[in-house]
C-alpha cells in the first residue's frame, strides 16, 4: 500500500491509496524531537481506528512543514524504523506537496498559509525559487501564527478595552495565560494560530479584518514580490487561506496579484 502525508505543524493529514483518511497532529522534525515523532506515529497513527498494520506499507511519500535537507534524513529514518517493509520513503517540504497538488505540471506561485507560511516559484516539475519564511518569529508574513501574534498585540496595546473584555470571556485566556502559553509553554506557535477562529468569528469588526488583510498584503510584498512573476496566478493550500478567503483576495487585488485555486489541504 502507498500511504502519502501532508504535515504542517499542527496537523498531518495521511491517505492511503486506498482513499482512506487519517488525522495525527502535525510532524515538524525542526520542532520535534525524535521521541516526540514516534509518539504520534505509534500512538496516533498506527493506534489510530482503522489502520492497517505497519507491515501492509510499502511506499511513503511524506511532504512536511520544517522538512529541510538538514531534518528530512532524520524523518526518513524514523519511516523506515516504523514501517519496515516500505521499499520506498520519500521525506520532502509541503510547499513541494502544495506545489504538486494545486499546480500538477503547470507553472504557478504555490502558497501555504496555514500554522505557518511559505511560498515559491513551480515551473512544472521542481521548485526553482523559494523565498524563505524564516518562521513565525522572523517572518510567516500572513500565518495563523502570526494572525494571532498581531491580534493580541493590537488587542491589548491598541486602545481595545471593550474587545479585551469579550476576548476573555469567550476565550477564558487572560493576559498572564498568554504570557504562559507563548514564553514558557512548547509549541507557541500552535497557541497563536489556535486564536484564528476566534479571529474569524470577529471578522466584521473593522480593526480585525483590516488587520487580516494588512498580514496578507505583508505576506504579498515580503515573499511573493522577489519572484517577479504577475503574469501567474498565486494559489494557496491551508486553513488559513481557506477561512479568510474574502480578505487574502482583497489583499491580493491591493498588491495587484491574481489568486487561483484555494485549498483547505491538499490531499483533499
Known sequence: MILTADS????????LDDGRLFLTQGINPFHMQREQIMDVLLNELIGGEG???????GEIHFYGAGC????????ADILREVFVNAVTVEVDSDMLGAAKALFGDGEGIACILGTGANSCLYDGRRIVSNVSPLGYILGDEGS?????????NLLYKGGHADAVE????????????IIEK???????NRFLASLAPYINAHIDEAW???????CFRLFFCRNIVHYNRKDL???????IAYYFEKQLRAAADREGYRVGDIRKEPLC
Open 8 to 15: 504542517g505543524s499542527t496537523k498531518t493529514t495521511w491517505r
Open 51 to 57: 489502520f492497517p498494520s505497519p507491515s501492509a506499507i
Open 68 to 75: 529541510t535537507a538538514e531534518k528530512s534524513p532524520l524523518l
Open 144 to 152: 495563523g501564527a502570526v494572525l494571532g501574534r498581531t491580534f493580541l
Open 166 to 177: 469579550c476576548f476573555e470571556r469567550e476565550t477564558g485566556l487572560t493576559k498572564a495565560v
Open 182 to 188: 507563548v514564553y514558557r509553554e512548547p509549541l507557541p
Open 208 to 214: 480585525i479584518e483590516e488587520m487580516v488583510v494588512d
Open 233 to 239: 496566478s498565486c494559489s494557496f493550500v491551508g486553513s
